[in-house]
């Protein structure tokens, strides 16, 4: 080990320790490990900073970065909006209610590889502007769609 790489150890320690944890408690899905222990250091690093602590912010900021190495790239927006329109349109989803169905919907088609929080932000903004609706919807009152 070399000096410069200590946090770096040190992170990876930690998140060993919780693999290890998660799989003695019979849950064996790894990448929701390392999706939990990155929001937690995202959620640390955001409250140093509200306490006016960079130092520590700055550290949780790198490990976040470290464990994102391990898991599946993000998507893209562009991935992202196309699973919402389709989520939008499948569930039929049209109120603020029916706003949890879509987010499951696009959350397993994710496949994990995007936050709650971002898919969240993103039905909404297709329910309100109305991207995600129905074609029968946007059909004028002759059309036989309706």
Known sequence: MR?????RVAALRLVLSELQKAEKEGDGD?????RRER????????AYRQAAREDL???EDLEAQ???QYLPAELTDEELDALVRTAVQETGAESPRDMGRAIKHV???AGGRADGKR?????????????????SDLAGPD???R
Request: no cysteine; aromatic share 0%; charged share 45%.
């Open 3 to 7: 000096a410069g790489e200590r946090d």
């Open 30 to 34: 790894e990448l929701a490990v390392l």
């Open 39 to 46: 929001k937690r250091r995202r959620e640390a690093a955001e």
């Open 57 to 59: 912010a700055d550290r």
């Open 66 to 68: 470290l464990i994102e």
């Open 107 to 109: 959350m397993s088609a």
């Open 119 to 135: 898919v969240s932000t993103k039905v909404k903004e297709a329910m309100q502007s109305g991207t995600g609706r129905r074609s």
């Open 143 to 145: 059309d036989p769609r």
